[in-house]
């Protein structure tokens, strides 16, 4: 059974950081591309991140690009989301998500499995 739990969100003020953890269980970590996605309130879901197989490779919406970092252990079967310079605009749940893949895709569609989500709040 594939988990992913999702930690580490909560309230900050504007400008501040958090950094958003995801572990993963049942499946083979490193073959997965993983991904950060959020979602507020009477919005659809965004893409925020993704990250390789290998972790080489990462992908960020133009939103929080230069903002936002993501990362991944594979030893301990975890992806990051390290976000800094936080904004109200960024206030959403955030999900995060794992795809069979060889790429990183952008479209929620593709990923095959996703966490509970955890809230972020940015106060302005």
């Known amino acids: 059974q594939v988990q992913l739990v999702e930690s580490g969100g909560g309230l900050v003020q504007a400008g501040g950081s958090l950094r958003l953890s995801c572990a993963a269980s049942?499946?083979?970590?490193?073959?997965?591309?993983m991904g950060w996605f959020r979602q507020a309130p009477g919005k659809e879901r965004e893409f925020v991140a993704g990250?390789?197989?290998?972790?080489?490779?990462?992908y960020y919406a133009d939103s929080v690009k230069g903002r936002f970092t993501i990362s991944r252990d594979n030893a301990k079967n975890t992806v990051y989301l390290q976000m800094n310079s936080l904004k109200p605009e960024d206030t959403a749940a955030y999900y995060c998500?794992?795809?069979?893949?060889?790429?990183?895709?952008?479209?929620?569609?593709?990923?095959?499995?996703w966490g509970q989500g955890t809230q972020v709040t940015v106060s302005s």
């Open positions: 998500a794992a795809d069979w893949s060889l790429g990183v895709t952008r479209s929620a569609r593709e990923y095959d499995f």
């Open positions: 049942g499946l083979t970590f490193s073959t997965y591309v």
């Open positions: 990250i390789s197989r290998s972790g080489v490779g990462t």
